[in-house]
């Protein structure tokens, strides 16, 4: 299985890195290590351990809940926005499935974007540019002004 990181962004691109993962759950753990590793470089102020955990949440949904006919791949981007650090995770589907769900105390599922949105500055759910969809979240004041 080939997976890729592009850890040598455009000087002049406000992305920062990005992966490509297979659709399996190995690639969770993968996407945590990963993102760690190249995020470090830029001493973001914030909480590495709280984006690595959004991003775990997003990556393990987009596997669940990503739809495709053809092999399909999670791609995450990752973002420097002034001040604000933006993680985009893509897969294939329909962004209207995307929703905040509020589990009942025994549910076994469905707090991942209730993390995200407890811990982001904010977060979306969107079309990607990649066909499918796009899930978000920001943490602002990553960086100091």
């Not at 540019?129 to 004041?141: I, M, Q």
Request: aromatic share 10%.
């Amino acid at each position: 299985m080939a997976y890729t990181i592009d850890r040598y962004p455009c000087q002049d691109s406000p992305r920062l890195g990005a992966m490509t993962l297979h659709p399996v759950p190995e690639s969770v753990p993968r996407a945590r290590r990963w993102f760690r590793k190249f995020i470090a470089p830029y001493n973001p102020a914030c909480s590495i351990d709280d984006c690595t955990l959004m991003l775990s949440e997003l990556v393990t949904n987009a596997i669940c809940y990503g739809k495709s006919e053809d092999p399909w791949l999670v791609r995450v981007e990752w973002f420097r926005e002034g001040t604000s650090l933006r993680v985009d995770v893509h897969n294939p589907g329909f962004p209207a499935n995307v929703r905040l769900r509020h589990p009942e105390a025994n549910d076994a599922h469905g707090r991942g974007l209730l993390l995200v949105d407890s811990i982001a500055d904010s977060w979306h759910s969107g079309p990607s540019h990649f066909g499918g969809t796009v899930v978000s979240f920001v943490v602002a004041d990553a960086w100091p002004a």
